[in-house]
């Protein structure tokens, strides 16, 4: 089983000093990254927010949670995550997603495609930019991109690449994730109808066996090589878990409040039963490294400083 580490995604901050403290707080709280998420709303655009960060931390490293690939063209892409690693002296890890959001397509005039065409558009754009990453010389002729004899600069620090991160809910996702990235990523919640309709089915224990089943079989002898990651929902401490878990039950309506309590994605109890939780979920399903956002990253303390690494 691989060692417990801990990520927050934060959005924003209202200046500059602010979001240096955040970044602080988040590597002496015992968090291993500071994540920042992609989206045409009100928060911070994520490659310089994480050269920022590291530049005021020791330790901390820093990734995107997730790059929407179709807002920007794969060889652009690589040469900002080289140059990001560049800069924070190797401690950058790039997460990718396929985009869910049709809004944020709508307000930047770009088509909205189906699910299918969004998996197979990130498929070509990961294996460019490994390319470019290895330092190749990069020619490449798909359905979606093509790129003649290009050699990108400068070359990150982390070789043969930063680890490629590819995170989401959809099968298509998950099996290019186990074939070609170093974290998978479990979010447990689909956004149907273009992001408008809140799906959470798939946050079920039973979900959770069957799709780490499909990663487990996709990745065939690279699973042993694989990190695997669960973006916690919820954070509640409390000496009525139960109660608790039926509380969220009401907005959360698919899941009981026993779905609730054997999910992945959320944690609630005392900070020994959350701790318990989770080393139960890494035996089960060989999740070990654990995000939340960034409100709950103080309610979340106590459990990181108790396993982090171990």
Same mark, same amino acid.
């Given at each position: 089983?691989?060692?417990?580490r801990?990520?927050?995604?934060v959005? !924003?901050?209202?200046? /500059?000093?602010?979001? +240096?403290?955040?970044?602080?707080?988040v590597e002496?709280?015992?968090y291993s990254?500071l994540?920042?998420?992609?989206?045409? %709303?009100?928060?911070?655009?994520?490659?310089p927010?994480?050269?920022? +960060?590291?530049? *005021?931390?020791?330790?901390?490293?820093? /990734?995107?949670?997730v790059?929407?690939n179709?807002?920007?063209?794969? *060889?652009m892409?690589a040469?900002?995550?080289?140059?990001?690693?560049?800069?924070?002296?190797?401690?950058l890890?790039?997460?990718?997603?396929?985009?869910?959001m049709?809004?944020?397509y709508?307000? /930047? =005039?770009l088509?909205?495609?189906?699910?299918?065409?969004?998996?197979?558009?990130?498929?070509?754009? *990961?294996?460019?930019?490994?390319?470019?990453?290895? =330092?190749?010389?990069?020619?490449?002729? =798909?359905?979606h991109y093509?790129?003649?004899g290009?050699?990108?600069?400068?070359?990150?620090?982390?070789r043969?690449?930063?680890?490629l991160?590819?995170?989401?809910?959809?099968?298509? *996702?998950?099996t290019?994730?186990?074939?070609?990235a170093?974290?998978?990523?479990f979010?447990?919640?689909a956004?149907?109808?273009?992001g408008?309709?809140l799906?959470?089915?798939?946050?079920?224990?039973?979900?959770?066996?069957?799709?780490v089943?499909l990663?487990?079989? +996709?990745?065939?002898?690279r699973?042993e090589?694989?990190?695997l990651n669960?973006?916690?929902?919820?954070?509640?401490?409390?000496d009525?878990?139960?109660? /608790?878990?039926?509380?969220? !039950?009401?907005?959360?309506t698919?899941? !009981?409040?026993?779905?609730?309590?054997?999910? #992945?994605? +959320?944690?609630?109890?005392?900070?020994d039963?959350?701790?318990?939780?989770?080393?139960a979920r890494? %035996?089960?399903?060989?999740?070990?490294?654990?995000?939340?956002?960034? #409100?709950?990253?103080?309610?979340?303390?106590?459990?990181?400083?108790?396993?982090?690494?171990?």
């Amino acid at each position: 089983m691989k060692p417990f580490r801990f990520g927050v995604n934060v959005r !924003s901050a209202r200046s /500059a000093r602010e979001w +240096a403290d955040k970044a602080r707080t988040v590597e002496a709280l015992g968090y291993s990254v500071l994540l920042v998420p992609d989206h045409l %709303a009100a928060l911070f655009a994520p490659m310089p927010a994480l050269v920022a +960060a590291a530049a *005021v931390t020791e330790r901390l490293r820093v /990734a995107t949670g997730v790059l929407n690939n179709d807002l920007r063209h794969p *060889v652009m892409v690589a040469r900002e995550a080289a140059t990001v690693d560049l800069l924070t002296g190797g401690r950058l890890e790039l997460g990718l997603g396929a985009g869910h959001m049709k809004t944020e397509y709508d307000q /930047a =005039g770009l088509t909205f495609d189906d699910g299918a065409t969004r998996v197979e558009r990130l498929g070509e754009a *990961v294996a460019i930019m490994k390319g470019l990453l290895r =330092g190749e010389s990069v020619t490449f002729a =798909g359905r979606h991109y093509q790129v003649s004899g290009h050699t990108s600069h400068p070359l990150p620090v982390q070789r043969p690449h930063p680890p490629l991160f590819i995170g989401g809910n959809a099968d298509r *996702v998950l099996t290019l994730a186990a074939r070609e990235a170093d974290v998978v990523g479990f979010t447990g919640i689909a956004f149907r109808r273009g992001g408008t309709e809140l799906d959470v089915s798939g946050c079920r224990a039973a979900s959770v066996d069957r799709q780490v089943r499909l990663v487990r079989e +996709a990745a065939g002898e690279r699973l042993e090589h694989l990190e695997l990651n669960a973006l916690v929902q919820r954070v509640i401490v409390t000496d009525d878990r139960r109660k /608790a878990a039926g509380e969220l !039950s009401a907005p959360w309506t698919q899941l !009981s409040a026993d779905d609730i309590l054997e999910s #992945p994605f +959320a944690l609630i109890g005392s900070v020994d039963e959350m701790i318990a939780d989770l080393r139960a979920r890494r %035996a089960r399903w060989g999740l070990s490294y654990y995000m939340t956002h960034e #409100p709950y990253m103080d309610t979340l303390a106590p459990v990181v400083a108790a396993l982090a690494q171990t």
